[in-house]
């Protein structure tokens, strides 16, 4: 594996201004965006990082691959719905790069490996922050991005090393693993449940999420969702690097979260208050889909799927849309 | 006679508004919504719609006001059970009491304080127009019957149901009412708070696939506790969904009409009845139990600041 000099990001949202800022303290930057202005603005004034990190890095940014020059890396930061786009945009291009896909939920890379022979590392970041305009992004929670060589492609355990380390340097969190469907699955576990049930009953993440008194209590309904979920990967032989519920015990207890005043906002819940296509196939869909594939019975994953689904139909019914 | 009705918002009006009609029964209102009193005092209690009623019952706030009565007749939410029955009990005690609510579990209430329970089950349905005007939406029969563990006589709920019929409403007497009840309770379980969580009209979300699987997997848990309780079933409540696909595609629900104006909704004694009656019974009952959570999360969520 050659030395990483140059990354580029594609899809500069939170995630993505996060990764392009720091990395570009350490590599040539740069970002293909999707609008001409968000291009002027990127090559003009760069991006600033405050928050956990003060950075100010130049970027070369550009809504045209060819002009990218070359790149080693790509870390594709999009939503998961608009993956298959982006992949098809780099079709042909940046021959020799590896490619990290970022998103929530299953399933990206199979897209991306449609578009390409680029080895293929998985990952999943618990990193936020908060985009506050074009060439600002604020860095929140500082934690960990967790990655891995895609098993059914190309790229191997020291190709995640190098990336891991990379990122490590530029003064992210990173760590690799030999497989990071454990983790991976972990949290697709956790997030396919608590995006999905914060969507349909508009709750941030509350300490009810976690209570279990009264069988009417959603934490009951949180648990044997999970239960589903740990069935899920325990008929792929996948052992979860973190228990779900576990995860959701200490977010609605410690920190921030622990108050409800701060409770957070699951992206899902935030797509449904702005009545945008959310992530639910990726995350409670890819769920059901893989439980299908295994014969795994989860009613209740089915249920919270047909309920964002019908929810993201009811926008349309109000546009005047055609029903189906 | 003389017969109260506890409970006069829409569907309570329509009993109140067709006995009223009988020359020899004496009709109370009894509600809360002093509004709705008033204009039926003032004015009488108008229905329009699919029945077309002006007639005057005498109507109060006040359940000290009402005379001893041979027939309660309860329409509250089910939510309000309680305390409508507590308040109005001392009017019962020489009476027979009629509960025509959604869901199970209010017969039940109303016997912990009047000696002899009718349960029942209606399907005339409406909207408050205005206070004193009632607008009837839907027709449709009412089923009577004893309530098992504390009857009123199978004389007693035939006398309510010729009057009742006389005055209007078809209702049939039956000595087993809970077939009825069951198959109204599953129907509207299935169906109400699917509309309610999504926004979405029934023949809607009986179009979006995962949703119709949805609701044929309440259906079917709701099925499943009927049958461990050896009631049988009037008839089978997919056909209904389907029914109701066919004929009110656009309605929305009433749990729908709730959480729209963000008032507490009725899960409890719908998708709560099945899921309590099933444990009684030992048949589990997770999609009822998960929509019955769903539920009161959405209606926590009226409760957070922003």
């Known amino acids: 594996m050659t030395e990483i000099r140059s990354v580029c990001v594609v ?20 970002v293909l965006v999707r609008r001409k202005e968000h291009e002027t603005v990127l090559n003009r004034d760069g991006l600033r990082v405050s928050g956990k990190s003060a950075l100010q890095t130049s970027v070369q ?7 990218l020059g070359r790149v080693d890396l790509v870390i594709i930061a999009t939503k998961a719905s608009a993956v298959e786009e982006a992949a098809e945009q ?10 990290m896909t970022v998103q929530n939920g299953l399933g990206c890379e199979d897209v991306v490996a449609r578009y390409g022979q680029w080895p293929i590392i998985s990952s999943i970041t618990f990193m936020s922050g908060t985009r506050h305009s074009d060439s600002h992004v604020e860095y929140e929670l500082d934690t960990e991005t967790w990655l891995g060589p895609w098993p059914a492609g190309s790229a191997h355990t020291g190709t995640a090393n190098v990336v891991a380390d990379l990122i490590t340097r530029s003064g992210l969190k990173a760590k690799a693993f030999a497989d990071v469907r454990p983790a991976q699955w972990s949290k697709l576990i956790f997030n396919s449940v608590v995006n999905s049930v914060g969507a349909v009953t508009n709750l941030p993440h509350l300490k009810a999420f976690a209570k279990r008194e ?16 740990k069935a899920v990967a325990e008929a792929q032989g996948i052992e979860l690097y973190e228990d779900p519920w576990e995860m959701n015990v200490k977010a609605v207890s410690h920190g921030a979260t622990g108050q409800d005043a701060y409770a957070h906002v699951f992206s899902m819940l935030s797509d449904v208050r702005a009545r945008r296509a959310t992530e639910i196939d990726w995350l409670t869909g890819a769920i059901v889909r893989q439980a299908t594939a295994l014969g795994v ?7 919270l799927f047909g309920l964002v689904k019908g929810l993201e139909h009811s926008w349309k019914e109000q546009k005047g849309h055609k029903v189906l | 006679m003389k017969i109260c009705i506890v409970g006069c918002g829409a569907i309570g009006s329509l009993f109140a508004a067709h006995l009223a009609k009988l020359n020899d029964v004496e009709v109370w209102a009894f509600d809360q919504d002093k509004k709705h009193i008033d204009a039926i005092r003032a004015g009488g209690l108008r229905i329009s719609g699919k029945s077309n009623l002006h007639t005057y019952p005498d109507a109060t706030t006040d359940p000290s006001a009402i005379p001893a009565c041979d027939f309660g007749i309860v329409a509250t939410k089910s939510l309000h059970t309680r305390p409508a029955i507590e308040s109005t009990a001392r009017i019962f005690a020489d009476g027979a009491v009629c509960s025509v609510q959604n869901g199970v579990g209010n017969e039940e209430i109303i016997a912990e304080y009047v000696p002899r329970v009718i349960r029942g089950t209606t ?7 205005e206070p004193g005007h009632v607008e009837q939406d839907t027709g449709g029969k009412s089923w009577i019957g004893p309530f098992e563990p504390k009857p009123a006589s199978m004389a007693e709920v035939e006398v309510l149901a010729t009057l009742l019929t006389g005055s209007g409403m078809e209702t049939l007497a039956m000595e087993d009412s809970r077939g009825a009840q069951w198959t109204k309770l599953i129907f509207n379980a299935a169906t109400n708070p699917v509309g309610a969580l999504t926004g979405l009209a029934h023949g809607v979300a009986c179009d979006v696939p995962a949703l119709r699987k949805l609701i044929s997997g309440l259906v079917a848990e709701g099925v499943a506790v009927a049958e461990s309780l050896g009631i049988e079933l009037d008839s089978d409540p ?53 929509i019955w959570a769903l539920m009161e999360g959405l209606e926590h969520s009226w409760t957070l600041t922003k």
């Open chain 1, 297 to 303: 019975p989860v009613p209740i994953h089915e249920a």
């Open chain 1, 11 to 30: 899809g500069a949202g939170a995630i993505g201004s996060l990764f392009a800022g720091h990395l570009g303290s350490v590599v040539d930057a740069k």
């Open chain 2, 123 to 129: 399907f005339p349905a409406g909207h408050m127009v």
């Open chain 2, 238 to 290: 997919e056909k209904l969904v389907d029914h109701a696909r066919e004929v009110a595609y656009h309605h929305k629900a009433s749990m729908l009409q709730d959480v729209l104006v963000r008032r507490s909704t009725e899960v409890a004694a719908l998708n709560g009845g099945i899921v309590t009656f099933g444990q009684k019974s030992g048949v589990r009952t997770p999609l009822n139990q998960a």
């Open chain 1, 214 to 229: 009264r069988i009417s209590d959603l934490g009951n309904l949180v648990f044997e969702m999970m239960q589903e979920g």
């Open chain 1, 61 to 67: 940014a550009s809504t045209d691959p060819t002009k």
């Open chain 1, 90 to 99: 780099l079709t042909g291009h940046f021959p020799n790069a590896i490619v």
